[in-house]
């Protein structure tokens, strides 16, 4: 089973540390309880989904510490009305974390047949348009403003390709 990583874009240069971060996070793990998936469900959005059977949204709790995602579970016991013959359901509490890169955000949570999902998206920065002032010796500056479209256009510029103007 090969695993699809978000940072794997040309885009997204230089988060290949966050991604070994992640990677070193999951197997760093001691325990395998509650089993999870990470998929990717959009261009920018994952979702974690855990496996949380036996466990009610009252026993759950999603918290965001600075940059880290940590869900815990809890059941309350009442062992004392119950008698078992054979115990193989585990009713442990677990915690488990996750760490977030910059950017990401959680955006909900939904308990539906005995998996949690939550649903992370990463926010992409709208590109700023800069006023840039232009002087040429012994004349006055005057100021070009420049849109990110013409941004592209002038790196291109750059790297050898002619643009009549």
Same mark, same amino acid.
């Given at each position: 089973?090969?695993?699809?990583?978000?940072?794997?874009?040309?885009? !997204?240069?230089?988060?290949?540390?966050?991604?070994? $971060?992640?990677? #070193?996070?999951?197997? &760093?793990?001691? +325990? @395998?309880?509650?089993?999870?998936?990470?998929?990717?469900?959009?261009?920018?959005?994952?979702?974690?989904?855990?496996?949380?059977?036996?466990?009610?949204?009252?026993? !759950?709790?999603?918290?965001?510490?600075?940059?880290? $995602?940590?869900? #815990?579970?809890?059941? &309350?016991?009442? +062992? @004392?009305?119950?008698?078992?013959?054979?115990?193989?359901?585990?009713?442990?509490?677990?915690?488990?974390?996750?760490?977030?890169?910059?950017?990401?955000?959680?955006?909900?949570?939904?308990?539906?047949?005995?998996?949690?999902?939550?649903?992370?998206?990463?926010?992409?920065?709208?590109?700023?348009?800069?006023?840039?002032?232009?002087?040429?010796?012994?004349?006055?500056?005057?100021?070009?403003?420049?849109?990110?479209?013409?941004?592209?256009?002038?790196?291109?510029?750059?790297?050898?390709?002619?643009?009549?103007?």
């Amino acid at each position: 089973m090969s695993r699809l990583s978000a940072f794997n874009s040309p885009l !997204l240069l230089g988060f290949d540390h966050f991604d070994r $971060l992640l990677d #070193r996070m999951s197997k &760093s793990s001691p +325990e @395998g309880y509650p089993p999870y998936n990470i998929e990717q469900i959009s261009e920018n959005g994952l979702r974690i989904t855990l496996a949380v059977a036996g466990f009610s949204w009252d026993d !759950l709790s999603v918290a965001l510490e600075d940059n880290q $995602l940590v869900i #815990r579970g809890r059941q &309350s016991e009442d +062992e @004392g009305e119950r008698i078992f013959i054979h115990r193989g359901i585990a009713s442990r509490q677990f915690q488990r974390a996750f760490l977030l890169a910059d950017g990401m955000e959680v955006t909900g949570a939904s308990l539906d047949n005995g998996l949690l999902h939550i649903d992370l998206i990463r926010r992409v920065p709208e590109p700023k348009v800069r006023t840039i002032p232009i002087g040429r010796a012994g004349e006055a500056a005057h100021t070009i403003t420049v849109s990110a479209d013409e941004a592209s256009s002038a790196s291109r510029a750059r790297t050898g390709h002619k643009r009549e103007v």
